[in-house]
């Protein structure tokens, strides 16, 4: 069996994974930040333990470890070079997760583990050539080409999110001005909403967040739906810059599919129909073959999933 | 030895290669356009033979024959699906060339081409990453990744030129608003140098192009490097785009080498210099390895060399 470990600025989850990338059983705790590395450490190992404990799995019965960082990480040393929430700063993860089992451990990428996840066993199974876009906080991507995680030369590549959209636009948090995550992500969407709420106060967006505090990813859809007009702008702006970067991604990578993932995503249809119809009209076709967008369907385990197989 | 084949919109040019990457021998002929497919295709031959006769190369020697084509095709079926230039809809030119030389013959994009020649034998020699980025009428890209020419899983990907940079920005042909090409190709940089002499009467670029049909790629530079304010301001927003889209490349590719090519890089380090400086600050940093942005160094001969080894 292969274990899979999805290491989260709020909880670290283990998961017993079979070759057809099943979950068998999980284990998980509180990710404690403030103790340093060896804590975090530790309580991967205990939760390992314990959902190899929670499948009935003898832990020599473990084929291999993948790990899944929020962070980069360098395969070639076995470090996580750093993470902006965890207390890890060239820390040889691999080297002492090998001492308590001498197996093989991978590092990957948590959008990576994320998307090979899907791909192995989600909503893109099957693929060979596949992007997934995580639209969270951040916006986050994963790709698979020729079935294997692609990530560059130094494993830090994949930062769809980073990839300028509108010169000299919103300030980014990694030093650049108008990233497609400033506009795509649930954190633009919030953005976004703020901003016309702030231009309209008698938009119905004000009875659904009383205080701008209170928007999140749903409001403006919600509003939209009640016919609301800022609402409806809001949500057409929205969709037009999340199908604006999906086409750039297609223009590049000609993926089988594309899938995208977030809270966001449970919008379903209203989401999904006029985003493919925007992408089909600003991509390059094929007479017969492209790129299907689909919602990812393995929500957190896709993580799991993926740090357990793709090393494999 | 290997056969590579340049099909341009101007002359076609065959190259007898070998494992090197060493051109032996080429012949060429202008492309005849208005005489349908067949023409083309004889011509192919005609040149293929030719080439072989320079370089001394009894036909039987062919090892494999690779074809670069300035238009989407299909490796699956044999076929050149269209090229804009070229009288070709889904040729199925691989069985025609194999009814003269019955050898391997793969087809390829001319882009994608010539990032395999700089790979295997010009200034990315041997780096399994790379991204070669033409700036000329248009903006190519050609993805190299595992080693492997990368177009995605209908062979039609790597059209790096045609993300947005710029939301609702300039009018491109393939549709989109904003796109890459319109803002860092020569032909954009020729945009932006007739727009600042329409503002700036007074600019030393008036003196370099009496006309703005005399505007060319070498016009602001010439300009700023006598001092001239309008060049200099043409020079700066220019070097801006196309260092902004390599950040874009780079953050998203992660390849040991970027390549630039077409005639804008003659202006070398007055382009290459300013345009590291700003990617440095604007990509995702490893702390030991990152990404050389080179100025290809195989001129035409590139795409030659990446169609007769691509496939090997």
Same sequence: chains 1, 2.
Avoid at 45 to 73: F, H, Y
Avoid at 105 to 128: I, Q, T
Avoid at 251 to 264: D, K, L, M, R, W
């Amino acid at each position: 069996m292969y274990i899979g470990v999805d290491v989260g600025g709020t909880n670290l989850v283990a998961g017993v994974v079979n070759k057809k990338g099943e979950i068998l059983a999980k284990a998980k705790c509180p990710t404690v930040i403030d103790k340093g590395a060896d804590k975090v450490i530790d309580d991967i190992k205990t939760i390992i333990a314990q959902a190899c404990k929670n499948a009935g799995l003898d832990e020599k019965e473990i084929i291999s470890i993948g790990i899944g960082i929020p962070g980069p990480i360098d395969n070639s040393t076995g470090e996580v070079i750093f993470a902006a929430n965890l207390p890890f700063n060239r820390t040889p993860l691999t080297a002492i997760i090998k001492e308590k089992w001498d197996v093989g451990v991978h590092l990957l990428n948590d959008a990576d583990a994320a998307a090979f996840g899907e791909a192995y066993a989600g909503s893109a199974k099957g693929c060979m050539h596949m992007v997934l876009i995580t639209l969270g906080t951040g916006l986050g991507g994963g790709i698979v080409i020729d079935g294997k995680i692609s990530t560059g030369f130094n494993n830090i590549g994949g930062e769809i999110g980073h990839v300028i959209v509108e010169h000299n636009g919103r300030a980014c948090n990694c030093g650049r001005k108008g990233c497609w995550e400033k506009y795509a992500s649930a954190s633009g969407l919030i953005a976004l909403t703020k901003e016309q709420m702030e231009r309209d106060t008698e938009s119905a967006m004000w009875r659904i967040a009383p205080e701008l505090d209170k928007v999140d990813g749903r409001t403006a859809f919600l509003a939209a739906r009640e016919g609301d007009a800022s609402g409806k702008a809001v949500v057409a702006l929205y969709l037009e810059y999340l199908a604006s970067g999906l086409s750039n991604v297609i223009n590049i990578f000609q993926p089988e599919v594309v899938c995208i993932g977030g809270g966001v995503c449970n919008e379903g249809d209203a989401l999904l129909l006029p985003i493919k119809e925007m992408v089909a009209k600003t991509t390059f076709r094929h007479p017969t073959r492209n790129t299907e967008i689909r919602i990812a369907s393995l929500g957190n385990d896709a993580g799991i999933i993926g740090a357990a197989l793709a090393g494999v």
